[in-house]
């Protein structure tokens, strides 16, 4: 066979094929009619598309097909069906390979694109990099776990820990830029950052399955939202749904979580004794808000410089994690604070508002817990802690309420029907007004409008 004279329909079919390959096209038996598909940018492509390309790449090639070209042409997409690799469609797994077998043996194209600088050891760590670190992370212990965390999404990405990571502090200090390195370290790709706990819990979506790390950043949690993370967190596998693909597809997850946020708790714990997370201690600003501004106004510019991706993933490449351990972490003492209020502790809380106050409104109690630190306590929490105190909540007439009748909490027994007091009842009377505020039902202009 000469590649520059006469080809029978084989062998230019063949070199064809060849030629696709090198291009890492593939053949997706998934759908019907099969397509064409191109794992790393997710392209489909129709077999005519390369039919009607084949006539512009012989020439540029100098092959010239024996006997009917048209009858050629109208062959061709038959011909390549068969010579291309066949694939069940493409999923996302942090290996080399192209192509991969599942658990249960079905061939599928790979996505993962892996970024492979010039590897250079034992650089030098930038000043401005090294600050950044000790600002974000003061204490060593911090600053060493969750640089070894890190480096092992470059170093590991298709070992997945089974923990991951909590930053909380105050806004502006740097906590969410981790996942930035990440991503220049990873040549840009597989880092996903987003606001809602939603996009990437909710069932079948594809972020954690598409993705090396999730990022939640300053996120609203629900009070589901820890158990939801410890599911994911665990799972080998989610199921996913695919486009063009009618039925949900399982997929095997390999992102690793980080919640960043300015608020002391991230969710509620559900008073359980966590080890799925690591908690640093809260950042803070080094001196003050504007000075911290300017600083990472200076990072972000360092990070935006040419060769920092490649100075990245040399620089977590470098760390040595012989002692890494990716099945557990260390319970830290911000993460105890977080967790802060098992059952028995928050009823010894809740005592000691109710010895205060033997009727009051639900917001009044909310409130207080936020005062106190623990806002992000769950509703069914509170329930069965103060089922466990003898309070109910019971149906009072409160005048000066937005209904005749409100929730009132309450001891069970003989004193629930006790009048109210005036003070219990202007008491009822303000936290009805606050929560008409904070469900949007009153704005703070009427109800000190109201007051007056």
């Not at 760390?319 to 209020?341: A, C, E, N, Y």
């Not at 009842?425 to 009153?442: F, N, T, W």
Request: net charge positive; charged share 25%; hydrophobic share 35%.
């Amino acid at each position: 066979m000469n590649q520059l004279g006469v080809s029978t329909p084989a062998e230019a079919a063949s070199l064809y094929a060849k030629h696709l390959k090198a291009q890492h096209w593939c053949i997706d038996t998934s759908t019907f009619p099969v397509k064409a598909l191109h794992p790393e940018s997710g392209q489909n492509a129709t077999l005519d598309h390369f039919r009607a390309d084949f006539p512009s790449w012989a020439r540029n090639n100098n092959i010239k097909v024996e006997g009917d070209f048209k009858m050629f042409l109208n062959g061709l997409g038959e011909r390549l069906a068969q010579l291309l690799p066949r694939v069940l469609g493409a999923a996302f797994k942090p290996v080399p390979e192209r192509f991969y077998e599942t658990y249960a043996g079905i061939q599928m194209a790979n996505t993962f694109v892996p970024f492979h600088p010039t590897r250079q050891r034992g650089m030098p760590v930038p000043d401005i990099f090294n600050e950044y670190l000790h600002r974000t992370f003061p204490f060593q212990q911090d600053r060493d776990m969750v640089m070894d965390w890190c480096a092992d999404i470059i170093q590991n990405p298709a070992r997945r820990p089974e923990w991951g990571v909590i930053l909380t502090g105050d806004q502006g200090t740097g906590k969410s830029t981790i996942a930035t390195l990440l991503k220049k370290a990873l040549g840009g790709r597989y880092v996903w950052q987003r606001e809602k706990y939603a996009l990437a819990l909710e069932n079948f979506s594809e972020v954690l399955p598409n993705n090396l790390l999730v990022c939640f950043d300053d996120a609203l949690p629900r009070s589901s939202t820890y158990e939801e993370l410890k599911f994911v967190m665990s799972a080998k596998e989610l199921s996913v749904n695919i486009k063009y693909v009618q039925k949900p597809q399982n997929r095997a997850v390999y992102a690793r979580v980080l919640v960043c946020t300015n608020l002391d708790v991230p969710f509620d714990f559900g008073g359980q004794e966590d080890r799925r997370f690591y908690a640093c201690a809260p950042c803070t600003h080094k001196n003050s808000a504007t000075e911290s501004a300017d600083f990472f106004e200076q990072f972000k510019a360092w990070l935006e410089q040419p060769g920092t991706a490649e100075y990245l993933y040399n620089f977590f490449m470098d760390r040595d994690l012989r002692s890494f351990k990716p099945g557990s972490t260390t319970q830290t003492d911000t993460l105890k604070r977080m967790i802060g209020l098992n059952a028995t502790d928050l009823s010894v809380v809740l005592r000691g508002i109710v010895e205060r106050n033997p009727f009051f409104h639900n917001e009044f109690l909310l409130a207080e817990l936020s005062r106190m630190g623990h806002g992000m306590v769950s509703a069914e929490r509170i329930r069965t802690a103060m089922s466990r105190l003898q309070f109910e909540q019971r149906r009072r007439a409160v005048p000066g309420c937005r209904s005749k009748q409100v929730n009132v909490w309450q001891q069970r027994g003989s004193q629930r029907n006790r009048k109210l007091t005036p003070r219990e009842v202007q008491a009822i009377q303000h936290s009805d007004r606050q929560e008409a505020i904070r469900k949007g039902e009153l704005d703070a202009q009427d109800c000190t409008t109201q007051q007056h």
